[in-house]
């Protein structure tokens, strides 16, 4: 029996990047994983169909986040979901990454991308937990995807940077609400990953060396790199850790 057999968990954003690489491994664990997207659907199934062709279970759940009544649209597809897979309703693990970035320096931010990142990056997390509460089962785990920039200044990034501070603070403030219930709230603080996020602003070899400097093994990080240690927050193992942010950045500002 794999170690997450039996348990349920929901990925935002699972469908491509850094979501994808941890939807794959909680399922390689023997979780049946919800994988949410927002607009490309085609990423979504093509997640679901390479879990199912390695013998795992997922399904997908379409949900576009940052816009009025979102938590309550994505539990909706989430319980429909369960419901197709004939699975025990309730969730064990919740994986809040979905996230937007490119927020500009202090002079070029727009109120309204102000908004929409607080939208998806932290009001949408913080109400998929409020409305989760009553599906996630006691012993549960919260695992909320930040980033480096929250403890190294990144000048360009001001609102984005905001938006995770704000979900470190909620992982923080959560841990303590919870912990009655035996549930653990935590982070992951990835550095630069090689995600859509990333390369797709980054198409030169001196543009992606640049983002390789940052790690003290001078390579650009893999999804795979932070999905190991998500997947040792959402197990067992990780049961006496609450309320922390794990930098998984291959040793960035170090
Ligand atoms: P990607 O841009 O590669 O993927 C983003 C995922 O989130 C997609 O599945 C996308 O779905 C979903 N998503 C984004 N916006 C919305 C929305 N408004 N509504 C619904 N779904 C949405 O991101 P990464 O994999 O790079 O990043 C994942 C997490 O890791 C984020 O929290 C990011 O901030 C964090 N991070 C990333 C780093 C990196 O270097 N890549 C570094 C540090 C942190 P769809 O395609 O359907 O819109």
Redesign the pocket.
Same mark, same amino acid.
């Given at each position: 029996m794999r170690i997450l057999t039996g348990k349920t968990a929901l990925v $935002?954003? %699972?469908?491509?990047?850094?979501?994808?690489g941890i939807a794959e491994r909680l399922a390689r664990d023997g979780a049946l994983v919800g994988v949410? #997207?927002? /607009?490309?659907?085609a990423?979504?199934l093509e997640t679901v169909a390479a879990i199912r062709a390695n013998g795992g279970r997922a399904f997908p759940v379409g949900?576009?986040? %940052?816009v009025p009544g !979102?938590a309550g649209t994505l539990y909706g597809a989430f319980d429909a979901g369960m419901r197709d897979e004939d699975a025990e309703p309730g969730l064990d693990i919740l994986v809040n990454?979905?996230?937007? /970035?490119g927020s500009g320096r202090v002079d070029d931010i727009a109120p309204d991308n102000f908004d929409r990142l607080m939208a998806?990056?932290v009001k949408?997390p913080l109400f998929l937990v409020q409305q989760g509460l009553k599906r996630l089962r006691d012993g549960g785990r919260i695992i909320n995807? /930040?980033?480096?920039?929250v403890k190294h200044a990144f000048p360009e990034s001001v609102t #984005?940077a905001m938006t995770?501070g704000a979900l470190e603070t909620m992982t923080l403030t959560l841990a303590k609400g919870l912990g009655a219930r035996g549930i653990t709230v935590n982070a992951v603080?990835?550095?630069?990953?090689? $995600? !859509?996020?990333?390369m797709r602003r980054r198409q030169t070899a001196e543009a992606r060396s640049a983002l390789a400097a940052h790690s003290v093994f001078n390579r650009v990080?893999r999804?795979a790199d932070?999905a190991d240690v998500v997947a040792f927050l959402a197990s067992d193992d990780s049961r006496w850790i609450t309320g922390q942010c794990i930098d998984v950045s291959g040793g960035t500002g170090l």
């Open positions: $935002t954003g %699972g469908s491509r990047g850094i979501g994808r949410h #997207y927002g /607009s490309g659907e990423a979504a949900c576009e986040l %940052g !979102d990454n979905a996230a937007v /970035s998806v990056n949408a995807v /930040s980033s480096v920039v #984005y995770k603080a990835p550095g630069f990953v090689a $995600t !859509d996020m990333n990080g999804p932070i």
